[in-house]
């Protein structure tokens, strides 16, 4: 486990999170978990939705 969280750390979409957080809640030292936070990036480009077949034509009848 200890490798696959160094691997996502080094490749910068996990982080150190607030470790006050998790102490808050857990009194004991030795008994909390390393808090994570994931790097979410966004989007600088949008694609357009993709249609599946549909058009914005409306036939007239």
């Known amino acids: 486990m200890q490798r696959c969280l160094a691997a996502l750390a080094q490749l910068g ?8 957080r998790v102490a808050i809640t857990i009194a004991r030292e030795d008994r909390r978990p390393t808090c994570y936070n994931l ?8 694609r357009p939705a993709p249609t599946h077949g ?5 036939p007239t009848g």
């Open 39 to 46: 790097t979410m990036r966004r989007a600088t480009h949008r």
């Open 13 to 20: 979409l996990i982080s150190r999170g607030d470790q006050q």
């Open 54 to 58: 549909a058009t914005n034509v409306h």
